[in-house]
């Protein structure tokens, strides 16, 4: 059996630091198991036209593995070349780089590590509110500079607390978000999801749903975003919802890139709609040099908090989905049971019941 890995390059960190799991260097971990089975495994960061490792091995690979922080985007028309193909499996959460409309026509499992990234991710929002909220990024820049102006950074620096935060999703992620922001004091903690969370654990994180997506940002100092990519949530924040956003508030994405548009994001920095933007998911990754999240600015100069993906990807989080990555193929390989969390598409069919959270 052929096992394609796609995964990204670790460089001389990967050599020096073994745990860097989700790295081409260290391979997940699984290939000296996987060569003892018996099975063949190709690792490569090569993923991009046809003569990319990628599009080379996936006609007779029977399991591809990548990650989200740097996909091999699985279209339908290589689903369509992939006779072998049986199951994809993400080492980590988010499965939006497989056209999973046609793994389900074909008939290829899909499977992910749920709940590998959950507290990385959450302590990487909050983290990431900070930033923009007291306007750190200029701050340190300036110190960069070997100047010293603290009014240039303290007009646009503010406390969390007394301040309105909300959550677009409240499943896994959204939901340690607001658990960890109960001791900030906040004036109040919202969110918007198309099911009320339990009313006991609304009630622990003292928690108001808002079910209207315009009211709800409407009402934020701070918006984060905690739901799946899928065809409801692309381009969800665009022009038409910035408008209604308060102006100046704070916008926080580490769900997935193409869920904010991209232009309209970076229209609403620059007219001051927005205060700031953070994440680390870009509409494609790795993101081009001249994407505009990369350089983009308020017009005081400041509240731009991009990063690369990797917020799902400390390396507590990475012996977590190498692991889960290597138990879902290990469940492959025996014909047993995969955990149902793990299921995104079935043999033909969409599990939905873990997609709708992340």
Not at 33 to 40: D, K, M, N, P, T
Not at 237 to 251: C, I, M, P, Q, R
Request: proline share 4%; with cysteine.
């Amino acid at each position: 059996m052929k096992v394609l890995a796609i995964l990204y390059d670790g460089g001389d960190a990967a050599i020096n630091e073994p745990r860097l799991l989700g790295t081409v260097e260290n391979k997940l971990g699984i290939q000296d198991w996987l060569a003892a089975e018996g099975h063949e495994l190709v690792v490569s960061s090569s993923k991009e036209g046809p003569d990319s490792d990628f599009q080379k091995h996936i006609v007779d690979a029977e399991v591809l593995i990548t990650t989200p922080f740097h996909p091999g985007y699985l279209t339908r028309d290589l689903i369509e070349k992939a006779k072998n193909l049986k199951i994809c499996i993400t080492a980590g959460v988010g499965s939006d780089h497989i056209d999973l409309n046609a793994a389900v026509d074909h008939k290829i499992q899909v499977l992910e590590v749920s709940g590998s990234n959950v507290v990385s991710v959450a302590e990487h929002v909050v983290m990431s509110i900070l930033l923009l909220v007291r306007n750190f990024v200029p701050a340190h820049e300036m110190i960069e500079r070997g100047d010293w102006k603290v009014s240039d950074v303290a007009r646009n620096a503010f406390d969390l607390e007394g301040k309105v935060v909300g959550t677009i999703g409240a499943g896994r992620i959204g939901y340690r978000v607001l658990q960890r922001l109960v001791p900030f004091d906040c004036k109040e903690l919202l969110y918007y999801d198309y099911a009320p969370l339990p009313e006991a654990a609304a009630k622990a994180v003292n928690a108001r749903r808002v079910e209207d997506l315009k009211e709800f940002v409407s009402q934020c100092d701070v918006v984060t975003v905690n739901c799946p990519l899928h065809e409801g949530t692309l381009g969800l924040v665009n022009s038409e919802l910035l408008a209604s956003f308060k102006k100046g508030a704070w916008l926080v994405n580490t769900a997935r890139g193409a869920i904010c548009d991209k232009d309209a994001v970076a229209e609403a920095l620059a007219s001051g709609r927005l205060a700031g933007y953070a994440g680390d998911v870009w509409n494609v990754q790795p993101a081009p040099k001249e994407h505009v999240w990369r350089t983009m600015k308020n017009p005081l100069g400041g509240g731009n908090g991009m990063v690369p993906h990797y917020s799902g990807t400390t390396l507590d989080a990475q012996a977590r989905y190498a692991n889960g990555a290597k138990s879902i193929l290990e469940n492959y390989l025996k014909g047993t049971a995969q955990e149902p969390q793990n299921v995104i598409v079935g043999l033909g069919k969409y599990e939905t019941k873990a997609y709708g959270q992340r």
